[in-house]
DNA sequence: TCGATGTGTCAACAGTTGTTCACTAAAAAT
DNA sequence: ATTTTTAGTGAACAACTGTTGACACATCGA
């Protein structure tokens, strides 16, 4: 269904494609890419991961379930590493946000919109962070919220250094920050479960003004006795 | 597991038991119960609703899978009442929450220790309600959607009339209190995944804390012409 | 060129799944 | 007192599950 170009695991990375491993290599990669495909095309079918088959996922894979073995120890296993790979996502995405540089004038509409679109692009990924955030799989669920943890000290991070909220202290602004990234995986859930040709732009408004209200009494934070 | 005081359907409502009803009526009730009773229990051990399955169920019930048909079509159907039971808890929340009045002095974090009490005291509920929101089945997740957001116009009218945000138009309260309940409902999964014997108090703080910036903010809100 | 490595295949296993049908026995209706 | 209704049982079904072991055969290092 999609070709993806996923970053090898391997110590030397090439410049552009996957050529540089060894024929065999890219064989397994590929089988191993089909299998992790196929159990996000299945969750975009509206299954939750926790209920996928291994024999299920090796189907749409088109592999035998035996190959299965080859790649992972079980589908849990599978499961974490699409934690890692979705994770991956997120920082691409903030990655990409820190490069576009902060234009404080509507900035919340335009990190909103690009958000919003970034979220389309890489449905699968965020279909299963925000899916299996919460409920499913314990260790899974922990293991996203380890990331998304992660995710939000490095926004904090970011906006400490672009200075917004002089005013706050790190504690106070990661807090802040966890306001916001989970605030933002809620609106992600909503888009993704727009109808396919409805238009996203009530949610992204949704989105902007509560984030807004977020910012706004950002502003106003005073750190107090208690 | 747990002894569970259900309201019948029946247009007779008794004032305190349900010995009214048939004594077969009882039994069909008390065994409906043991189901819906088994499902959550089985969610309670880290198990998301859509993986479990029919005789998993009965067995944990302790009854024969055949009985199942006798109260629901399938699992399925199991869902959608457990949707609906699990908002009956909500707004008994809301209710008893109304009844307490409104203490306008150190208000949210007075709310936010009712809330964290009503969340562990409904353990079952709101592990059903926080976990299938996002991720599982889609019907299902459309009826949790429809019942908290069906909430949280119950939650804007009441504040509505306690006037605390007088220059908020309906549409921007309501958008605020979804921002309130989504950020509520997060919490609910954080002090659920605690570990058993630990304190929600940090959890509680940063619920505090993330409150009080939305109400901050919310406080400085107008509507804008965009 | 030859042996080693390892990905993918095939066949088979014991166990579980959802669903059906005919049946029992107790309660309700007559 | 007799018939009807029905919640729960038990056996059986085809289909599916995760996992195993042995095998084929292309690629690799020598």
Redesign the interface.
């Known amino acids: 269904m999609s070709v993806r170009s996923r970053q090898p695991s391997g110590p030397e990375i090439p410049a552009s494609e996957e050529e540089v491993l060894p024929a065999r290599g890219q064989r397994k990669q590929r089988t191993r890419d089909a299998l992790i495909d196929a159990a996000l095309q299945l969750m975009n079918e509206?299954?939750?991961?926790?209920?996928l088959g291994l024999r299920e996922i090796t189907r749409v894979a088109g592999v035998v379930p035996t190959s299965f073995y080859r790649h992972f120890r079980d589908t849990h296993e599978l499961g974490l590493v699409l934690v890692e790979e979705s994770a991956l996502t997120l920082r691409r995405m903030l990655r990409e946000a820190r490069r576009a540089g902060a234009p404080v004038k509507d900035m919340i509409r335009r990190s909103v919109q690009v958000y919003s679109a970034f979220v389309l692009a890489n449905r699968l990924h965020f279909l299963f962070i925000?899916?299996?955030?919460?409920?499913?799989?314990?260790v899974i669920?922990g293991a996203i919220r380890n990331e998304v943890d992660q995710f939000t000290a490095e926004l904090t991070q970011d906006l400490r250094h672009l200075a917004i909220f002089p005013q706050l202290t790190p504690d106070?602004l990661q807090?802040?920050c966890?306001?916001v990234v989970?605030?933002m995986l809620?609106g992600a859930?909503d888009i993704l479960?727009l109808p396919p040709d409805d238009s996203a732009q009530p949610l992204e408004d949704?989105l902007v003004?509560?984030l807004?209200?977020?910012?706004?009494?950002?502003q106003?934070?005073r750190d107090e006795i208690s």
């Open positions: 509206g299954r939750s991961f926790n209920s925000a899916g299996e955030r919460t409920g499913g799989s314990p669920r106070s807090m802040i966890g306001l989970s605030t809620n859930t479960d949704n003004h509560q807004r209200v977020i910012f706004l009494g950002a106003l934070w």
